[in-house]
């Protein structure tokens, strides 16, 4: 039986939801900057190269951004397959994990990440669903260790 069932679960589905969504943009915009509005002003889908991390951090740093991400990959596979985790650790560590490898692959292979959910109401980054999963794990992981530490 594989140790921590959800954690690999949760990252293989998570991983092919960004990679998918990522595709759809590249496919169904022609030119980077292209936009469409789901609620004008409020969200768009908007297609941008991202060369940086998370919402557009470190801009121009692929180069070692790429390895972190497959440095912090590997390690939590390492990690998920030597431990036992609860089930709200395996959601998080695997939420993250899906975020590391999908924006991991593409600064790989394509030497940036495919950005494309624009929430323009607070004029925030555009970002894409490796990063939503990488900041639900987050969240999660904070919920485990304040409810551990109770």
């Known amino acids: ?14 991983l092919i939801i960004d990679q998918i969504t990522k595709y759809l943009v590249v496919i169904s915009f022609p030119e980077i900057g292209d936009t469409m509005p789901l609620w004008q002003g409020v969200f768009h889908f908007t297609y941008v190269q991202n060369t940086g991390a998370a ?3 470190f801009q121009g740093g692929v180069g070692w951004l790429k390895w972190l991400s497959l ?12 431990e036992k985790l609860s089930k709200i650790e395996q959601f998080a560590y695997g939420f993250i994990l899906a975020g590391a490898l999908g924006n991991g692959v593409d600064r790989f292979l394509f030497g940036y990440v495919v950005d494309f959910l624009d929430f323009r109401l607070i004029n925030f980054p555009v970002f894409n669903m490796a990063d939503v999963c990488i900041n639900i794990g987050i969240v999660l992981l904070i919920y485990a260790t304040i409810k551990m530490s109770r």
């Open 71 to 82: 440095i912090v990959s590997l390690g939590l596979m390492i990690f998920a397959w030597k």
């Open 55 to 57: 919402f557009s951090f």
């Open 1 to 14: 039986m594989i140790k921590n069932p959800i954690f690999w679960i949760v990252a293989i589905i998570a």
